[in-house]
């Protein structure tokens, strides 16, 4: 998952910076408006983190130009402004969500994961999956191997989506972790292996399967036939 954080406090955004890059998130950075417009109309990202008070071009700014052109990614903004004046200006600009400093991380990272379950929600073409011979209707919290349909628990569901949505693409267990945790819940990286072992034995014989990427995380990726 991409994020954009656009704040100029310099000690806040080295903070959010190193958190999100523990719990696996690839984010980039921005001090000013004018550069985080720039980036959002320019490239692709899964959600933001806005500070109001941004010099150069404020946040509320930034927010109406960039609605304009991607109406559905998600936008948390960040303010020291509480009141309700002030919430609902932020809301009607077009932010998914409002978070008044000084706050705490966690609650952060929670909103963070509801607008991601809520856009994955928003966009059907996310609800059926292939990769190989794998199928998999997230709609129906149903799985095929080819004709045969998997055994699969909800985790384990969840856990098949994320790899499947990042294909071909080394994950680490921290970023797993980020993905499946729900608001309230941290997933730790033993329970990520514990999840991957048993949909790997779950997905044998299926011609798709999960490697481990020593010192790097795991890799979904189709079975080569002898």
Not at 52 to 69: A, Y
Not at 147 to 167: P, T
Not at 219 to 226: C, I, N, R, S, V
Request: charged share 30%; net charge negative; glycine share 8%.
């Amino acid at each position: 998952m991409r994020i954009l954080l656009a704040e100029d406090d310099a000690v806040l955004a080295d903070a959010l910076l190193t958190r999100f890059t523990q719990l696996g998130f690839d984010c980039a950075h921005c001090a000013d408006g004018l550069s985080a417009q720039d980036r959002l109309l320019a490239e692709a990202f899964d959600a933001v983190v806005l500070d109001i008070g941004l010099p150069g071009q404020d946040g509320l700014k930034v927010l109406r130009n960039v609605r304009v052109h991607k109406p559905a990614l998600p936008i948390l903004l960040l303010t020291a402004l509480d009141s309700m004046e002030d919430r609902v200006a932020g809301l009607d600009a077009g932010a998914d969500d409002y978070l008044v400093k000084p706050f705490e991380f966690p609650e952060l990272e929670a909103r963070i994961r509801a607008l991601l379950r809520r856009q994955r929600a928003a966009d059907p073409s996310r609800d059926e999956l292939r990769f190989g011979p794998l199928r998999l209707d997230r709609a129906a919290q149903r799985a095929w191997g080819g004709a045969q349909a998997l055994d699969l628990s909800a985790r384990e569901l969840e856990l098949l989506y994320i790899l499947m949505s990042h294909a071909e693409k080394v994950l680490t267990k921290e970023q797993i972790a980020g993905e499946l945790a729900s608001d309230g819940e941290e997933v730790g990286a033993n329970a990520v292996e514990v999840y991957v072992h048993r949909l790997r034995k779950k997905l044998d014989g299926s011609g798709v399967g999960i490697r481990a990427v020593r010192g790097l995380g795991y890799l979904l990726a189709e079975e080569q036939g002898d």
